[in-house]
Nanobody, 126 residues
Framework: QVQLQESGGGSVEAGGSLRLSCTASGLTWNRYCMAWFRQVPGKEREGVAPIDTDGTATYADSVKGRFTISRDNAKNTLYLEMNSLKPEDTAMYYC????????????????????WGQGTQVTVSS
């Protein structure tokens, strides 16, 4: 049984930082593209950043230069370092796993991702 478990969310003031983690079990870690998505109520789930096994990462324009995605292949753990947080970053953050490579454009669509975590809430106050 595949499980993805996020942690590290919380409430911070604008300009602050948070580090999210996602630990995976039950899947062949090195065969999956891992990604972070976020969602606010009433809006579609938004791709934040994906990362391939070799460390190749892509970022949504809204987080580029502020967020860093990484993965520890020995620990089956995905990270998202978030700096210079803004109120518009407030959302539920999810980690997700997609078989194979992330791809240059396909990564932003939630539908190819087979496995999802339960989410961790990030709230940024102004």
């Amino acid at each position: 049984q595949v499980q993805l478990q996020e942690s590290g969310g919380g409430s911070v003031e604008a300009g602050g930082s948070l580090r999210l983690s996602c630990t995976a079990s039950g899947l062949t870690w090195n065969r999956y593209c891992m990604a972070w998505f976020r969602q606010v109520p009433g809006k579609e789930r938004e791709g934040v950043a994906p990362i391939d096994t070799d460390g190749t990462a892509t970022y949504a324009d809204s987080v580029k230069g502020r967020f860093t995605i990484s993965r520890d292949n020995a620990k089956n753990t995905l990270y998202l370092e978030m700096n210079s947080l803004k109120p518009e970053d407030t959302a539920m953050y999810y980690c997700a796993a997609k078989w194979g490579f992330c791809g240059n454009s396909d990564w932003v669509r939630p539908s190819p991702y087979r496995y999802w975590g339960q989410g961790t809430q990030v709230t940024v106050s102004s």
